[in-house]
């Protein structure tokens, strides 16, 4: 693909409404960015199997693994005055969700535009400006007047999704993107790039790009892929929480423009060490940059795949800064770095090299 079809599918990626369970807009949206480069399956929990066209069906095979969901809100309940009691989906933190512009998806499938409520400064006493109220006791406002407004005009009752409303945008001068869900849209858009990379390609395995779907509410859809796929290898593309603004030089680990960060731990995951150390020197060995991260908290779909069928399994994640809020950064040079490692990956793995992950 070129920068600018890179570009305009990132942009679409990112603005797409998928929400843990609700994923379905960005999976077709995924078929069709695959459809001509691999053949597509999709199973009812909406997890997407894109299997390279040159796959031969009895050679070992690689998972590549992204994941479609993003975190997002789903309706609980309708207030009396209308405004709507909301669950996240998804890891959030409580100061982020007030005041957020969001889409309400109602029973007829139209998107509806609201706000996380919040009360004028005007009428807040003292100390409730001083405090972040319990998602429990937040609302979402759709302008109803009423519970029977919200429920039989708006269509809006139990069950459903609710999407962050911001627009991507992409600055040519920086390099950066500027939007919402690059988790786990941009390591989509990594498997889009991989499979296109290698079309036409004779590669020494099987490839599997999997979509997984609810990976932000327990990696659900990550145990059903890594059952059916069976990898023998696999490849995770992340969207990773980059800690460059908030941590010292020396304990920064993942950071924009320095590459992926290939992941030494979190609270899930350990990688296989050698399968680890040797993306690491084929990427010095192919002059892209990257970073190495241990972490104390996060989880990813690596973890599923590999307590499914143990194969060696490691992490590519591309720096987000402000991962799980509204608003994130994250620069096209990581997101090709992370691409060219993958692809370098896929490229240059024997069955020899995949056997050498397995000895002591
Ligand atoms: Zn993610």
């Not at 070129?2 to 679409?12: S, Y």
């Not at 053949?39 to 994941?67: C, F, T």
């Not at 929480?241 to 304990?251: G, I, K, S, V």
Request: glycine share 6%; aromatic share 10%; charged share 25%.
């Amino acid at each position: 693909m070129d920068k600018q079809e890179e570009i305009k599918m990132l942009k679409a990626f990112s603005n797409a409404n998928s929400t843990s369970g609700f994923e379905e807009e960005f999976v077709k949206l995924f078929k069709d960015s695959v459809s001509e480069i691999a053949n597509v399956e999709i199973d009812g929990m909406l997890n997407l199997y894109a299997s390279k066209k040159e796959n031969k069906g009895n050679r070992p095979v690689i998972q590549l693994d992204a994941h479609s969901d993003a975190v997002g809100f789903i309706t609980q309940a309708i207030r009396p005055n209308g405004l709507i009691k909301f669950v996240p989906l998804g890891g959030w933190v409580k100061y982020n969700i007030p005041a957020l512009k969001v889409k309400v998806r109602n029973r007829d499938g139209e998107y509806i535009p609201g706000v996380v409520a919040t009360k004028p400064p005007h009428f807040m006493t003292a100390s409730e400006r001083n405090n972040v109220p319990e998602v429990s006791d937040m609302s979402i406002d759709v302008g109803s007047l009423s519970r029977e407004e919200t429920i039989n005009d708006f269509k809006i009752d139990t069950g459903c999704p609710i999407f962050v409303d911001v627009d991507c945008q992409y600055n040519e001068k920086s390099g950066l993107f500027f939007g919402k869900d690059f988790d786990d849209r941009f390591g989509a858009g990594a498997m889009v790039d991989v499979l296109d990379s290698l079309k036409g390609e004779e590669i020494n395995f099987d490839l599997v790009a999997a979509l997984s779907a609810q990976e932000e509410v327990g990696l659900r859809g990550a145990y059903v892929t890594a059952r059916k796929v069976k990898p023998d290898l696999c490849i995770v593309l992340e969207s990773c929480p980059a800690d460059d603004t908030f941590e010292p030089d020396w304990l920064s680990q993942t950071g924009l423009k320095r590459g992926p960060m290939i992941r030494d731990m979190d609270t899930t995951f350990l990688p296989n060490p050698k399968f680890q150390q040797y993306a690491c020197d084929l990427a010095d060995k192919n002059n892209i940059p990257y970073t190495r991260s241990v972490r104390t908290g996060g989880g990813q779909d690596g973890a599923a795949i590999y307590y499914e069928n143990a194969a060696p399994t490691i992490v590519i994640g591309i720096p987000v800064r402000y991962e799980h809020s509204p608003y994130c950064f994250s620069a096209y040079k990581d997101f090709k770095a992370s691409v060219d490692l993958a692809t370098a990956i896929i490229r240059d793995m024997t069955q020899e090299k995949l056997d050498s992950f397995k000895l002591l």
